[in-house]
Each structure stands twice: as C-alpha cells, then as structure tokens.
C-alpha cells in the first residue's frame, strides 16, 4: 500500500517541478542565440533578457534589466513616441509584426524583424509584452542585392537587340524579352507558357518535341551549342529567317535553355539589293560605253547620210522630164520616190545629230513648232508597218494654229518610240486600235496621248515603268521609256501611263505651249 502525501510534501513537488520547467524553459530561451527574446512589464521595462538579446544588441543581463524598451530605438523614433505607441498596438492587438530599425549598445543601427505579443493573467490582466528580436539586415541586404542584379540583368537583356527566349526541358516557354516581342509580334504574355514549337514553321515544329526528347535521353545535340541559320514564323503566320543560338544550363538540378534568335531579314535584303546594285552599275557601265560609241557613230554615219542625200538629190535631178506619155508617168513616181528618200536621208541626218547633242549634252534646240505637222511627221514613221499589221489608226489633234516651245526632233523621238510600244502590244490583240489625240492639259501646256488596245500593263510594273532598265519586253533594254522622260522633263513637261477601261494602255505627255516658254533652270516662281 501506496502512503498518500501531506498537503506540505504536495506543495514542494509541485514548487520543484514548476522551478524545473522554469529552468528548462530559460535553457531554451537562452539557446536561441539569433534570436533576441526578452519581456517587458506593462510599463516597458526589461524583466527577462536571453543570451541572444546579448549578442544581437550588446548588453548584459545586469546592465538592461529594468531599463525601457526605448532605449533600443533610434533618436527619431524616440521623439516620434514610437516605443509607446508599439506597445499600445500590441496591447489594442494582441500582437504585432512589423520590419523596424533598432539600436545596440555602441550606437550602431540595425534593421529588425520585430514580434510584439501583450501576455495577459488569468483574469485578463495585462501582465507585459514578450519581444521576439531577428537581425535581418544582411538577409535583407542579400535580398536587395539579387533584385538589384536582377533589374540589372533585366535591362541588359531587354536593350539586347538579339531575341532571347528561355524554355525548360520540355520546350515551354519560361521568359521572353522585349526584343523578341518586337521581332516575333506576340506579347510575352501569350507565349510564355506555351511551347516554343508555335514560334516556328510547321515543318521545324513537327520535329522539335522529338530532337528534344532524344537530346534527353541520348545527349545527342540538334541546334544546342551551334550556330545555325534556321527559319522562324511571326505571329501573323509570316516566316523569315533568323540566325539561332542555344545555350544550356543547370539550375536547382533543373536543365532550362537559352535561344538568341538574330532576325536576319533585312540583312538579306540588303545582300539582295547589293546584288541588284552589281547588276545595275555592270548594266549602266555597259549603256555607258554604248553611249561613246554612239557618239563616235553619229559623228561617222552623219557624213554618209549627207552624201546619200546628195547622191539621191543629183540621181533626180539626172533624169530630168520626159515627154513620153509611157514614160513620163512612171519617171514622175521615180523622181517622188527619190526626193522622199532624199528627204528621210537628211531627217535621219538630223536625228543623228540630235543624238549626239543629247549624248553630249549639248544645246537641245527649242523652237515654237506647229503640233499638227510634228505629229504628222512622227507618225509617219512611227506607223510604218502598221496597215500591214492589221492595224486601225485614229487621229484627234488639235487645229493647225496650235503651236509649241519644243525641240522637233526630241519630242517626234518620243512620239516615234511610244507609238512602236503600241504597236508591239497589240500583236496578239483580237482588237487593234492606235489612237493618238491632242487636248489641253493646264494653262500653257498641251497633252499628248497615245494609247492602245493591247495586253495593258501590271499595276506593280507601271509604278517603275520610266526608271532605268525597267522593261516588260523580254529583249528590252529598259531605257527607251526612261529617256522619254527625260526629255519630257526637260521641257518642263511630265510623262505618266494609264490603263484603259477597255483594255490596253493610255501614253500621256504634256509640252509647253509656243506662249509659255520652258523656263531655265535657274527661275524660281516669287
């Protein structure tokens, strides 16, 4: 049989067992080094201080113990009365958690995680406050410290001008840079997320999941570590090329990848222009030397010219009348013959001529000129061949008083090569209709039109139809319109191309009339 204990036996248990836990609970208090744990009575004074407390804020047990809690605050906030004003939060709330600047024993400052609790008695009483302490300063510091390389490393990849996608394993989409928003057209918003494969053609994207689930398995590497020239497609579906880099990494043991696209468009373009640019300078170089030799050919071919003329004009003048009924006819039609041909001899002389002038930059020649009798001699040349061709010429010209500032030979050139461009368009046309028409166009100018029934021009075409070398002949040279404009302009004319309702092309030039002469280069309006 158990003897029962007397109320004072009972009394010195229970005084050893609460001395006990008292002392367990102080062991643990005093083993939580980094962390500063002390309580305060209701008035703000220090009654316990644990060793953290001592090596977080630099004072002993002895020298704080009724101290007030104020003393472990900076100056400024001491005069803005926070120490009370905490405690009167904690006590309103029970507790309260706040990041705060404290103050150690040699002045120094240091920012705090701070736990305020109000501890109350049994019967609700305040009994005073238990502070929990934390030193976050470097923590927060470290913290600082990657935001801030963070940020930095953020603007240097978002001024980059080279797309950057990251993706893990699976090639979903982790982070995509401002670059390769402008690049591809999305926002990063609808690709991160996704499988990259939607950045690419359909063919590339077909095989990507698959390279990477051998690269997983096998190590065998696709695009990663090289250099590759590859195809992307933007986000209206429109492909280009690029020039792609990946890299790999390993963080937290998990495998993400970096891919540096570089959109090689433009630089394509540019190759393809220098390209043009080769052609066309070999192409002028060659127009260059034809030029010279133009000009030494017109200088040759000028004195035979003249000399056939003169040959033609004695050749007529030899047979003389005849006043045989038989004869006398047909010696009538030679003689008209021989002066027609006397006369195209001494035009193509002065055509020549005018050729070199204009190779040579010489005095162009303008004179006031009857429109009518211009066409008239233009077309005459210009439509040879033209009846035979199947060919239907219509004629609206203005009445034969009209007259303009021009030089003859330079515009009949002109009329002559827009009237074979007609022509020649209408050779496989059911309908061949010429029609050369006058009309005024703007105080003091005239307008000139050829136009035809042809196969007309593309639209694309039309809009570079007068620049060097452009030609919808498969022989052309591409020059003859581009020296029409030329001379056009220099009449202080302009030159442009319509299509027609019907089908076919409108040729339409304008000259100056005899009234309003071409002004030098040099005038300017006041």
Known sequence: MIASQSPDDAAISVARGDAMLAEELGLLIDGATTYAIYMLDPQGHVTIWNRGAERIKGWAEAEIIGRDVAIFYPADDIAAGKPEADLARAHACGRIEEESWRVRKDGSEFLAAVTITALHDEAGALRGFGKVIRDITHEKAAEAAIVRREHHLRSILNTVPDAMIVMNENGIVASFSAAAELVFGYAASEVVGQNVAMLMPQAYARDHDAHLRKYRVV?????????????AMRKGGETFPIELAVGEASIGGERIFTGFIRDLTNRHATERRLTELQSELVHVSRVSAMGTMASTLAHEINQPLTAIANYLEATRAMIGDSDDPLLAPLLA???EALDLAAAQSLRAGTIVRRLRAFVDGGDTGFRDERLDLLLEEA?????????????TVTRHVAPGDVMVLVDRIQIQQVLVNLIRNAIQSMACSPVKVLTIATAPEREGCMQITVADTGTGIDTAVRARLFEAFATTKEDGMGLGLSICRTIVEAHGGRIWAEGVATGGTAFHFTVPLAAFPVP???DTDD
């Open 219 to 231: 190590g065998e590497r696709h695009v990663i570590g090289n250099v590759r020239l590859e195809r």
């Open 379 to 391: 077309t005459s040349l210009g439509l040879l061949g033209a009846h035979e061709a199947g060919i």
């Open 520 to 522: 030098d280069e040099g």
């Open 333 to 335: 039609d030679v003689a």
